[in-house]
């Protein structure tokens, strides 16, 4: 089994060999580890901390023990799971936005028409021509109206 796997966790060299240290040899005194991996105490604190923050050792008091990893990798997981959620909600947010922006720019500068025109009410037969007539006029290329029938308007 290689500990440099644990770099993806974002572990740095130093903590992988205290961690595979301590995995090997179960739990030790702080003094151990400063005397056995040839730290300084102050270094040793702020590694400790951080390995603890993500839950793959056990500090009590001088006391240092590593988590089982089974529990401490899927307490891992589900940090990043939850992270990475929050990342995507934000991610649609912002995608939503943008095409609620984007979407009507698009359609009339690919179209010429905007989009409001094209889902606006009409409220008799000759105010549906009238909006016919003036959507073929301002049409670059081409135009299509699909209809079955006007007779559902009075005349």
Not at 6 to 30: A, H, N, P, Q, R
Not at 36 to 62: F, P, Q, T, Y
Not at 76 to 83: I, M, P, S, T
Not at 97 to 121: D, F, K
Request: aromatic share 8%; charged share 30%; glycine share 4%.
């Amino acid at each position: 089994m290689s500990f440099s796997r644990l770099k993806v966790l974002g572990f740095s060299d130093l903590e992988i060999k205290m961690y595979e240290y301590l995995i090997k040899k179960g739990s030790c005194k702080k003094q151990d580890l400063i005397r056995d991996l040839e730290l300084n105490e102050e270094g040793l604190n702020e590694h400790l901390s951080k390995m603890s923050s993500l839950g793959a050792i056990e500090l009590v008091d001088d006391l240092v023990s590593p988590s089982p990893p089974r529990s401490f990798l899927q307490k891992y997981l589900r940090l990043k799971e939850v992270e990475l959620d929050l990342q995507l909600a934000e991610l649609r947010k912002v995608v939503n936005e943008l095409q609620m922006a984007l979407e009507p720019i698009y359609s009339e500068s690919r179209y010429g028409v905007r989009l409001e025109e094209l889902w606006q009410t009409i409220d008799s037969l000759s105010s549906m021509e009238m909006e016919t007539i003036r959507m073929i006029s301002r049409a670059n290329s081409e135009i299509s109206i699909l209809a079955e029938r006007f007779s559902y308007y009075p005349k």
